[in-house]
C-alpha cells in the first residue's frame, strides 16, 4: 500500500518537531528515515502510525485520508528497538497474541491461528523456539520474534523504531541482511527509523535525510552518497574533512591551494567550506613547491587493509577563519601504500583533494 504525507507539522508546546514534511511512499518500497536524535523521525513514523496526532496536514494509505482513522484500522504492524514482547507468553503466545484480540467476527479459528504462527516462525527461521519464553532467547532472536508478531495480523504497512539500536554490530550487521532478504520475499510497504548511517544505505530502497524537523534529501542510498544535497547531508553520511576559505571564480582558497568548484564560476571573494571524505584525498612525501595542503603526519592507525592518517596542516589558519573547525585533517589509503611509502609519525607530507564538494557558507554572496 502507498502511503503519502502532505504538509504535516507537529509542535510540542515551543518546539517544532515536523514543519511541513511531505512525502510519497510507493507500495512494496523500503524507506529508511534517517537523522540526529530530534531530528524527527521517530515522531514522522508515530503519527504516520496513528499513535500520535499531526497538529496540520495529512495522511494517506492507497490514496484514501487515514489522518483520522484511529491506530487499530490502519493495519499498521510495528516494531520497537525494545522488542516489547509479553514476557510471560511463550514465543508462540506473542506471535498469536495480535490474532487473538481481533473482533470476534474476525478473530481466525484456532487451528488458522496455529498454522499462521507456526508460518511465520519459518519465515523467521525460528519455529524451534515456539514454546520458549522472552528471557530464554538472545536480542537478535527476540527482535525476530517481534516482527513476526508484527506480521502475523497482516500489516498493510510495516514500521520499524531503530530495530537494530539495542544490539552489538555483529548481530546487527547479520539482521540487516536478513530484513533486506525478508522484505523482498513479502513486499510489505515499510519504514524504518534509523540514525545509523551504514544500515540505512544497506538496507533500504530510498533513504530520506532529516534535519531539525525537515527533509534534507530523498533518494537512493547511491544518489544521497555520491551527490549529497547539502552541507548537512555531506556532513552526516560518513567521516568527511571540512575546509573553510574564500570562493572565488571558480576555486576554494584554502590552506595555501585551491581547490576547483565550477559550480560557483561566479562566486567573489565569497565564505565557503570544501567538504572532503578522507578516501579522497591524495597523500605524498613533501618536496618544495608541491601543490596541495602541507601537513604533518601526526598519527598512523593501520587496521587491515586501510591505514588512516591523522594529519595537522603545517600552515594553520586562525579560529576566525576556521569557524571553529577541528583542524585535523583524515586521510585513509591502502595500508599496502602505507608501508610501502615507509611513512613515519611526525613527517612533513601533502595531501591533494580528488574531490570535493564546496558549498557557500549560509549568507555569503556570489
Request: contains cysteine.
Amino acid at each position: 500500500m502507498s502511503i503519502e504525507i502532505r504538509k504535516v507539522r507537529k509542535d510540542f508546546g515551543a518546539f517544532r518537531a515536523l514543519d511541513e514534511v511531505c512525502l510519497d511512499i510507493a507500495e512494496g518500497e523500503l524507506v529508511a528515515l534517517l537523522g540526529p536524535s530530534g531530528c524527527g523521525k521517530t515522531t514522522l513514523l508515530r503519527i504516520i502510525a496513528g499513535l500520535e496526532g499531526a497538529d496540520a496536514g495529512s495522511i494517506l494509505f492507497g490514496g484514501e485520508d487515514a489522518t483520522g482513522v484511529h491506530v487499530r484500522e490502519r493495519r499498521v504492524g510495528f516494531v520497537f528497538q525494545h522488542y516489547a514482547l509479553f514476557r510471560h507468553m511463550t514465543v508462540f503466545e506473542n506471535v498469536a497474541f495480535g490474532l487473538r484480540v481481533k473482533p470476534r467476527a474476525q478473530r481466525p479459528g484456532e487451528q488458522q491461528i496455529r498454522r499462521k504462527v507456526h508460518e511465520l516462525l519459518g519465515l523467521v527461521q525460528l519455529d524451534w523456539l515456539a514454546d520458549r519464553f522472552p528471557s530464554q532467547l538472545s536480542g537478535g532472536q527476540r527482535q525476530r520474534i517481534a516482527l513476526a508478531r508484527a506480521l502475523a495480523v497482516e500489516p498493510k504497512v510495516l514500521l520499524l523504531d531503530e530495530p537494530f539500536g539495542a544490539l552489538d554490530a555483529k548481530v546487527r550487521k547479520e539482521l540487516r541482511r536478513w530484513l533486506r532478504r525478508l522484505h523482498d520475499d513479502l513486499h510489505v510497504t515499510s519504514i524504518f527509523v534509523t540514525h545509523d548511517q551504514e544500515e540505512a544505505l544497506e538496507v533500504a530502497d530510498r533513504v530520506v535525510l532529516m534535519n531539525a524537523g525537515r527533509i534534507e534529501q530523498v533518494g537512493s542510498p547511491q544518489e544521497v552518497w555520491d551527490h549529497p544535497a547539502s552541507p548537512f547531508v555531506y556532513g552526516f553520511l560518513g567521516d568527511v574533512n571540512l575546509f573553510r576559505g574564500r570562493a572565488h571564480e571558480g576555486e576554494l582558497h584554502v590552506h595555501g591551494t585551491r581547490i576547483g568548484s565550477p559550480a560557483l564560476a561566479d562566486a567573489r571573494d565569497a565564505a565557503a567550506a570544501a567538504y572532503v571524505r578522507p578516501h579522497d584525498l591524495d597523500v605524498r612525501r613533501y618536496t618544495p613547491g608541491a601543490g596541495g595542503i602541507v601537513v604533518r603526519l601526526d598519527r598512523a592507525v593501520v587496521v587491515g587493509p586501510v591505514a588512516r592518517l591523522e594529519l595537522l596542516p603545517v600552515e594553520r589558519p586562525k579560529p576566525a577563519d576556521n569557524g571553529g573547525c577541528d583542524p585535523l585533517i583524515e586521510a585513509r589509503i591502502p595500508a599496502r601504500q602505507f608501508r610501502e611509502m615507509g611513512l613515519r609519525e611526525g613527517e612533513t607530507l601533502v595531501a591533494t583533494p580528488r574531490q570535493a564538494r564546496v558549498f557557500l557558507e549560509s549568507g555569503a554572496g556570489i
